[in-house]
């Protein structure tokens, strides 16, 4: 799927049927630029696979402008939105501590999109058994490693099987966290603080592998 600009405003995303079509309208020509999922940047049509669609037609003149921001997969932008309000929410704390229900919903919902990423046959756990074992009372002190600390030994194999340039995850860092979270009643809240730095460093970790696991099979 590709996206294209026309006037410096974005559109798509459409298939190559459309593009073909916008070509022989002339609504879009060899310099108008284009983006499509594992491009680094937007291009000329010229400069990409699409430029058989436009068969004979001229070029028309260089556009003025050319965007410099390079164009986010969806999928990822939409997990970095996510880790974004994650982020946010964590301020709340500092208010009451109000923004830690937040700050727990858009985690699970991004732990839900880790263990979509990793699924394959055989695995231990669906996306919805993964997130919803975590909410039985007494079985899920137990369920959490598996659930954050096996969910980390996942991506870490996909990392491997698949030879993914990606940063891998520090399980120590998954057992610590807990830990620290278990400790908080009996430490009176001092190791929450522990907790929070942690549970930040994992849960950017776990955007890092989501998304990178996204591009590559999507490249």
């Not at 609504?27 to 669609?53: D, E, K």
């Not at 231990?124 to 009372?137: H, V």
């Amino acid at each position: 799927m590709w996206y294209y600009t026309i006037n410096n405003q974005q559109f798509g995303p459409v298939d190559e049927a459309k593009i073909k079509e916008l070509a022989a309208s002339g609504s879009i020509n060899a310099n108008t630029l284009v983006w499509a999922a594992g491009m680094a940047a937007w291009a000329p049509v010229s400069q990409t696979p699409l430029a058989s669609l436009l068969g004979n037609l001229p070029p028309a003149p260089p556009p003025p402008y050319y965007p410099t921001a390079v164009m986010k997969d969806p999928e990822v932008q939409k997990v970095d939105n996510l880790f974004m309000w994650f982020w946010i929410s964590l301020i709340g704390i500092l208010l009451f501590g109000i923004g830690i229900i937040p700050a727990a919903i858009l985690f699970f919902v991004l732990a839900h999109k880790g263990w979509k990423a990793v699924q394959h046959e055989g695995i231990r756990a669906t996306p919805d058994q993964a997130i919803a074992y975590c909410f039985i009372p007494g079985w899920n002190f137990y369920w959490w490693f598996p659930a954050f600390r096996g969910l980390a030994k996942e991506f870490n194999a996909l990392f491997d099987k698949e030879g993914l340039a990606a940063e891998r995850f520090n399980l120590d860092l998954v057992t610590w966290m807990l830990i620290c979270l278990y400790a908080s009643p009996i430490t009176f809240g001092f190791s929450a603080i522990a907790f929070i730095v942690l549970w930040i460093m994992y849960t950017n970790k776990l955007k890092n592998a989501i998304n990178a696991v996204t591009l590559a099979h999507k490249a």
